[in-house]
T-cell receptor, first 112, second 113 residues
Framework: GESVGLHLPTLSVQEGDNSIINCAYS??????FIWYKQESGKGPQFIID?????DKRQGQRVTVLLNKTVKHLSLQIAATQPGDSAVYFC???????????FGGGTRLMVKP | KAGVTQTPRYLIKTRGQQVTLSCSPISGHRSVSWYQQTPGQGLQFLFEYFSETQRNKGNFPGRFSGRQFSNSRSEMNVSTLELGDSALYLCASSMGQGNTEAFFGQGTRLTVV
């Protein structure tokens, strides 16, 4: 995911529904991926990660899917709650070191 | 366990000045990375330090520099500030060897006037 500019895609869901946030990453050599949640005025908060030797990983109410063939990552949030409202970023890393490349972000809005 | 601590939280500087930001990583973490976040460019990697050595560097001018101390605390410095340097500067801490969870601080909001 190349960082992109002003336009932030928005996903609006009803409380209790499932949310799916998508991300296209840029480098086929990337071998580690992280999803972050960022609330207004705060730093990004780690949600879940996945390595390139996996295609699915589950956490508490969240699932990350990785499709290396099309360089696509998705974050699924089950039973979305108002507290899930935030901007979500995917990030990719290659090899040694911690040099994350971030996508542009998606704003999730949860309607009560 | 304390999280990543960044100081100060807010800063206002004048064009041409320099600024130093500080980051204390999570205890036991040896890698510290710095990122710049702006509405126009999103989150962009500045540099990473591991065991007091710069391990990776992003595509920023030489006015942006950093260092890491033996206790893993890190500082970044921006010299000759420009209006475009106004941003949220974020620090992330990791255990160290790469491809491990990176945890962010709250950031330092820098405004250049």
């Amino acid at each position: 995911g190349e960082s992109v500019g002003l336009h932030l895609p928005t996903l609006s869901v009803q409380e209790g529904d499932n949310s799916i946030i998508n991300c296209a990453y840029s480098n086929s050599a990337s071998d580690y991926f992280i999803w972050y949640k960022q609330e207004s005025g705060k730093g990004p908060q780690f949600i879940i990660d996945i390595r390139s030797n996996m295609d699915k990983r589950q956490g508490q109410r969240v699932t990350v899917l990785l499709n290396k063939t099309v360089k696509h990552l998705s974050l699924q949030i089950a039973a979305t709650q108002p507290g899930d409202s935030a901007v979500y970023f995917c990030a990719e890393n290659i090899g040694a070191g911690n040099m994350l490349t971030f996508g542009g972000g998606t704003r999730l809005m949860v309607k009560p | 366990k304390a999280g990543v601590t960044q100081t100060p939280r807010y800063l206002i500087k004048t064009r041409g000045q320099q600024v130093t930001l500080s980051c204390s990583p999570i205890s036991g973490h040896r890698s510290v990375s710095w990122y710049q976040q702006t509405p126009g460019q999103g989150l962009q990697f500045l540099f990473e330090y591991f065991s007091e050595t710069q391990r990776n560097k992003g595509n920023f001018p030489g006015r942006f520099s950093g260092r890491q101390f033996s206790n893993s605390r890190s500082e970044m410095n921006v010299s000759t500030l420009e209006l475009g340097d106004s941003a949220l500067y974020l620090c992330a801490s990791s255990m160290g060897q790469g491809n491990t969870e990176a945890f962010f601080g709250q950031g330092t909001r820098l405004t250049v006037v």
